[in-house]
Each structure stands twice: as C-alpha cells, then as structure tokens.
C-alpha cells in the first residue's frame, strides 16, 4: 500500500517537473534550428562543401590530388579545362561513374557503378569550382 502510493507520488512529480520545462525547450530549439539554417546559407567557401567532404571519403584520393597530377589529372587542371556549367556537371558525373580513358591520356579512370548520380554531381561541382 505504502509502496503503491510512492510510486504514485513520483509519477506525478515527473510530470510537474518534465511536462512545463519540455515545452519551453521544444519552442527555442526550433527557433534556433531557423537560425542554424540561415548560417549555413552564409557560410565561407574556406569551408568545406559536401562535394568535398564526398571526395573525400570515396577512392578519388587514390588517383587525383587538388593540385598535382597523381595517375589522373589534378582537379585544378580538370577546372580548368571545363567552366562549371550544369551541362559539364551533368556529363562530368557520368564520366566518373563510368569511369574514362583517352580524354588525359592513356591510364584509364575506373568505373564507379555504385556512386550515385546526386553525390557524382556533387563532387564534380566542387572539383570545377577549384579554379586556379
Ligand atoms: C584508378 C584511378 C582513379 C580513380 C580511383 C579516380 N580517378 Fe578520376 N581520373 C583518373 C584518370 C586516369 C583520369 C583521366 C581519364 C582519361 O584520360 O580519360 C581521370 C579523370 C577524371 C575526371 C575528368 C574526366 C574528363 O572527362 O575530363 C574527373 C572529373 C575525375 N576523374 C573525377 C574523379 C572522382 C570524383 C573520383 C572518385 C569518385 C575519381 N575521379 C577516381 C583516375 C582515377
């Protein structure tokens, strides 16, 4: 008897103390996920774009480098060689996923069958937007 109405007792003082307190927390945090978006919008191209953070977790590193010619051209080379047009991001991203031989040279550019066209767009974005 004495245990049930502990038990109660308790209950009743989580609620009190969670339910006004839980509110008041929902309304700021999504006041300040407006203002996180805002920032990002904002934010310096010294940091880093998702292109970027793509490359680098895929197999690229393995063949190009941001400035030197490693077995594939170096990405400022490729920036160079094509404006950052929607028609060269769009024909770029298949080209990776193709992969490629002939354009650079004679080492071929293995294939990426498993990179989807969104995130190959998103690399080539920021591999032409290294403009020397
Ligand atoms: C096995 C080595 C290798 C890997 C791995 C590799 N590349 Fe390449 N890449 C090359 C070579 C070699 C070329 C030049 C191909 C040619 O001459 O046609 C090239 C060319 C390119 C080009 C220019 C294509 C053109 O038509 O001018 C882009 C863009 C590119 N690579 C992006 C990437 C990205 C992004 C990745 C990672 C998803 C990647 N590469 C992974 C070797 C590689």
């Known amino acids: ?5 502990l038990i109660l007792g308790c ?5 009190a103390s969670c339910g006004n307190p839980g509110s008041t927390t929902e309304g700021s945090t999504t006041a300040a996920s407006t203002d996180t978006e805002t920032t990002v919008k904002a934010q310096t191209p010294s ?7 793509l490359i680098a ?4 590193i393995g063949c190009h480098n941001k400035t030197q010619k490693v077995i ?11 404006p950052s047009s929607e028609e060269n991001i769009n024909k770029l991203a298949d080209v990776v996923i ?3 031989k002939g354009t650079w040279g004679d080492l071929p550019m293995t294939p990426h069958p498993n990179l989807s066209k969104e995130d190959a767009k998103q690399m080539v974005t920021w591999i032409l937007s290294l403009k020397k």
């Open 72 to 82: 594939g051209p170096a990405y400022v080379d490729i920036a160079a060689k094509y």
């Open 1 to 5: 008897m004495k245990k049930t109405l």
């Open 57 to 60: 977790t895929a197999d690229c």
């Open 47 to 53: 940091e880093m774009l998702p292109g970027e953070k």
């Open 11 to 15: 209950i009743s003082l989580a609620i």
């Open 98 to 100: 193709a992969g490629s």
